[in-house]
């Protein structure tokens, strides 16, 4: 902000600064109290799930301590639970607008360049090609036969790594 001072081309302010300030706490707080309830309603209506996870954290943490970061790895499952809360919920349905910097072809529709893209994740996070039986909640989707964690990068809440491949693979097949 310093070095905009005084420069009249500049359109940045600071009532623009704690606009932006505002907006990305509001969006931080709007997203975690959705996912927070979701979480409690899930494990409410799936009793099954609550009881295994909280034996694989009673088994890995015990009852006298919190957990830390580290564990993390641990705790396969209730890693696994925690994503497919972020699937079920779908907790932002829309992802950011993002432009195009090419033209791009998709299923022969020509998409100019300099377009807005607002990627719609609940299809993705629901379509059945992507996980199988989508309108069912079931956390061992995300655990292999030896429970480790598998296609978490296609729970786009937060990321869109998954689509950006994609549509990667589109732009390079063309």
């Known amino acids: 902000m310093k070095s905009e001072k005084g420069n009249t081309e500049s359109t940045f302010d600071y009532e623009q600064l704690l606009k932006t300030i505002l907006d990305l706490f509001a969006a931080g707080t709007e997203t975690t109290s959705t996912a927070v309830q979701w979480f409690i309603v899930l494990l409410v209506n799936h009793p099954e ?78 379509d059945p090609e992507v996980f199988e039986d989508p309108e069912t909640f079931r956390p061992t989707r995300f655990l292999d036969a030896e429970r480790k964690l598998v296609n978490v990068d296609k729970v786009l809440t937060f990321s869109l790594a998954y689509l950006v491949r994609i549509l990667k693979n589109i732009i390079y097949v063309q």
Do not use: W
């Open 49 to 126: 799930v609550q009881s295994l996870m909280r034996r694989e954290i009673n088994d890995v943490i015990g009852t006298s301590r919190y957990p830390c970061m580290e564990e993390r790895q641990k705790l396969p499952y209730t890693d696994a639970v925690l994503h497919e809360v972020l699937r079920f919920g779908c907790i932002g349905p829309l992802a950011l607008p993002h432009g195009l910097t090419q033209d791009l072809n998709y299923k022969g529709y020509v998409i100019p360049k300099d377009s807005m893209l607002i990627p719609n994740l609940h299809s993705v996070l629901y």
